[in-house]
C-alpha cells in the first residue's frame, strides 16, 4: 500500500502534468526562494513567488505550494492555517519543509500529525520506487509521524525512521521533508535530489488541474500587503511584518538626512524611492528604485547600529547610479560607518573601519602592491578567494581614511564631482581611471600619480572623464 503512492509518482512523471507552484516568500526571505528553487525543481513549469501573506494570495489556479522556511520572529497565522487547508482539500499539493528546531515549520507540520525531530542516522535510504539509489542531505532531522499509516514514506534513514514522507490531506496531497533535502545555494548551484524531487512534486500538484491558458500570478514586493505613501517614499509590506514597519520607516528617515550630507548630494529623481520589508535577519537588496531591507539585520529592533549601517549600505547602491563604483560593496558599507559616527555610534563604526582595514594589511602592509582586484602592477602574485576579498575591502577602506585625513568632506566632494562629470552622455563606462579622474577633480590636484604609488594600473589618457 505504501508502495503503491510511490508507483505514481513515476506514472506521473510520464505524464508530466501542468504544476503552477507558488514559493512562499513572506515567511522568510532568501534569494534562493526567490526563483532559484524553481530552476532547480521545477523545470518547464510555471512559478511564482509570493511577497505578501499567503493568505491575501489568490490560489485559484495554483496547484503547489511550496514552504521553504518560517522566521523564528514569524508564524503561520490562523488565516494561513485556514489558506493551506483550503488549498489542499481542493486538491492542491504542499511542500513543506523543515528542520528539528523551526518552532513555526513544526507548528504548522503538527496540525497534520508530523514533527521534524533531531537525529536522523545515516545513510539515507530512498524507497525502490522512487528510482534513484542513494540519498543526498537530510541529516539531522526525522519525522515523527502520529498515524504511520496514512503517510507514504519516500526517504526513511538507518534505523527505519522516515526522513521524507507524503500523505493525502482531502483531496490533496500534503509532502513533510527535511529542508536539507533541496539545495539553498542562491546561485541554484546545488539542485541535490532533484531527480526524485522534481518528480514527486509533480505528482504532488497533480490532484488539482490548472489552466495555463488562465492568469497565473504571485505577489512581488511591491505593492505589499499595505502601502504607505509618505510624501513620495512608499513603504511596502506583509501583513506579518506589520509590527516592525513603524521602527523600519522611522530609522530608515533618521538615516536618510544624515547620509545625504556625507553624499554631498541628493538621490537620484526616482531612486530610492520604494522601501520592502523583507521577513530576514540577513541580506537585502537595491534595484535603484527599490531598496529591499532585513527587518531584523544586526538585532534591529533591539539594535541600531547594524540597521543604519545597513540601510546605508542599500541606500548607496541606488545613490551612486547610473554608474556602479569600483568598490560598490565596500564603499556602501564605509559610508554605512561614516552615518554610523554621526548618528553616536562612533566607537562601534571605527572599529569596523580599524578591522577592515586591517584585514587588507595582512596582504599588503604598506598598501603598495595590489589594486582592488587583487592585481599587482610589481609583479606579486595575483589574489584570489578570501584574500582578495580582505584587500577588495580593506584597501578601499583605507585609500578613502587616507583621502579624508586630507579633506573631511572628500566624499561628498567626490559625489559631488560625479554628478557633475560622469554624465551618461559623455561617459560610456565608469572604472577605475574614471574614478581617479573624478577623485583628483574633487580634491584640486591630480591623484594618478598616487594611486599608481599604491598598485593602481591607471593613467589619465585612458580617462573618459577629462
Ligand atoms: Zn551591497
Same mark, same amino acid.
Given at each position: 500500500?505504501?508502495?503503491? $503512492?510511490? #508507483?505514481?509518482?513515476?506514472?506521473?512523471?510520464?505524464?508530466?502534468?501542468? *504544476?503552477?507552484?507558488?514559493?512562499? /516568500?513572506?515567511?522568510?526571505?532568501?534569494?534562493?526562494?526567490?526563483?532559484?528553487?524553481?530552476?532547480?525543481? /521545477?523545470?518547464?513549469?510555471?512559478?511564482?513567488?509570493?511577497?505578501?501573506? /499567503?493568505?491575501?494570495?489568490?490560489?485559484?489556479?495554483?496547484?503547489?505550494?511550496? !514552504?521553504?522556511?518560517c522566521a523564528p520572529q514569524l508564524k503561520y497565522v490562523p488565516e494561513d492555517v485556514a489558506a493551506i487547508q483550503g488549498f489542499l482539500s481542493e486538491g492542491g499539493g504542499v511542500a513543506l519543509f523543515g528542520v528539528s528546531d523551526s518552532g513555526p515549520q513544526n507548528e504548522l507540520a503538527r496540525i497534520f500529525?508530523?514533527?521534524?525531530?533531531? $537525529?536522523?542516522?545515516?545513510?539515507?535510504?530512498?524507497? &525502490?520506487?522512487?528510482?534513484?539509489?542513494?540519498?543526498?542531505? $537530510? #541529516?539531522?532531522?526525522?519525522?515523527?509521524?502520529? %498515524?504511520?499509516?496514512?503517510?507514504?514514506?519516500l526517504v526513511s534513514d538507518a534505523g527505519g525512521d522516515p526522513v521524507a514522507a507524503m500523505r493525502r490531506v482531502g483531496k490533496g496531497r500534503l509532502l513533510v521533508l527535511a529542508r536539507s533535502l533541496a539545495g539553498q545555494r542562491p546561485d541554484a548551484s546545488d539542485p541535490v535530489n532533484a531527480a526524485w524531487l522534481a518528480p514527486v512534486l509533480e505528482r504532488l500538484a497533480a490532484g488539482k488541474p490548472v489552466d495555463p491558458s488562465r492568469p497565473f500570478r504571485g505577489r512581488g514586493l511591491t505593492p505589499g500587503d499595505t502601502v504607505e505613501d509618505h510624501d513620495g517614499l512608499k513603504l511596502h509590506y506583509s501583513d506579518? !511584518?506589520?509590527?516592525?514597519?513603524?521602527?523600519?520607516?522611522?530609522?530608515? %528617515?533618521?538615516?536618510?538626512?544624515?547620509?545625504?550630507?556625507?553624499?554631498? *548630494?541628493? /538621490? +537620484?529623481?526616482?531612486?530610492?524611492? =520604494?522601501?520592502?520589508?523583507?521577513?530576514?535577519?540577513?541580506?537585502?537588496? +537595491? +534595484?535603484?528604485?527599490?531598496?529591499?531591507?532585513?527587518?531584523?539585520? $544586526?538585532?534591529?529592533? &533591539?539594535? &541600531?547600529?547594524?540597521?543604519?549601517?545597513?540601510?546605508?549600505?542599500e541606500s548607496v547602491h541606488s545613490w551612486v547610479l547610473p554608474f556602479a563604483e569600483i568598490w560598490n560593496e565596500p564603499i556602501a558599507t564605509y559610508v554605512g560607518n561614516l552615518v554610523m559616527i554621526d548618528m553616536g555610534h562612533a566607537e562601534e563604526a571605527n572599529r569596523r573601519i580599524e578591522r577592515t582595514i586591517a584585514g587588507a594589511r595582512k596582504h599588503d602592509p604598506e598598501m603598495r602592491l595590489y589594486d582592488l582586484e587583487g592585481k599587482s602592477l610589481s609583479g606579486a602574485p595575483r589574489l584570489e578567494g578570501g584574500a582578495l576579498r580582505d584587500i577588495h575591502w580593506g584597501k578601499t577602506y583605507w585609500i578613502w581614511e587616507e583621502l579624508r585625513k586630507e579633506r573631511p568632506d572628500i566624499l561628498a566632494r567626490y559625489f559631488q564631482a560625479k554628478r557633475r562629470l560622469a554624465q551618461p552622455g559623455t561617459v560610456t563606462s565608469y572604472g577605475p581611471?574614471?574614478?581617479?579622474?573624478?577623485?583628483?577633480?574633487?580634491?584640486?590636484?591630480?591623484?594618478?600619480?598616487?594611486?599608481? =604609488?599604491?598598485?593602481?594600473?591607471?593613467?589619465? &589618457?585612458?580617462?573618459?572623464?577629462?
Open positions: 500500500m505504501i508502495l503503491s $503512492g510511490c #508507483v505514481a509518482v513515476t506514472a506521473a512523471w510520464a505524464q508530466r502534468p501542468a *504544476v503552477h507552484a507558488v514559493v512562499d /516568500l513572506a515567511h522568510e526571505f532568501s534569494f534562493y526562494a526567490d526563483g532559484r528553487f524553481a530552476r532547480q525543481y /521545477l523545470d518547464g513549469h510555471k512559478a511564482v513567488t509570493s511577497w505578501g501573506a /499567503l493568505y491575501r494570495l489568490d490560489l485559484t489556479n495554483a496547484n503547489l505550494l511550496v !514552504l521553504l522556511a500529525g508530523a514533527t521534524f525531530a533531531k $537525529g536522523a542516522r545515516p545513510p539515507l535510504r530512498p524507497v &525502490e520506487a522512487l528510482g534513484v539509489a542513494e540519498v543526498q542531505g $537530510g #541529516v539531522g532531522m526525522r519525522l515523527a509521524l502520529e %498515524q504511520p499509516d496514512r503517510w507514504t514514506v506579518y !511584518l506589520k509590527p516592525y514597519a513603524r521602527a523600519m520607516f522611522d530609522i530608515s %528617515q533618521r538615516v536618510k538626512p544624515v547620509l545625504e550630507a556625507r553624499m554631498g *548630494v541628493p /538621490l +537620484s529623481e526616482g531612486m530610492a524611492s =520604494e522601501i520592502g520589508l523583507l521577513a530576514t535577519g540577513g541580506g537585502g537588496f +537595491s +534595484s535603484g528604485r527599490v531598496i529591499g531591507l532585513a527587518v531584523w539585520w $544586526g538585532g534591529f529592533p &533591539e539594535r &541600531e547600529d547594524s540597521m543604519i549601517e545597513f540601510i546605508s549600505h581611471n574614471e574614478t581617479v579622474a573624478v577623485l583628483s577633480a574633487a580634491l584640486g590636484r591630480d591623484l594618478f600619480p598616487w594611486f599608481r =604609488e599604491h598598485g593602481f594600473d591607471v593613467a589619465r &589618457e585612458r580617462s573618459q572623464v577629462l
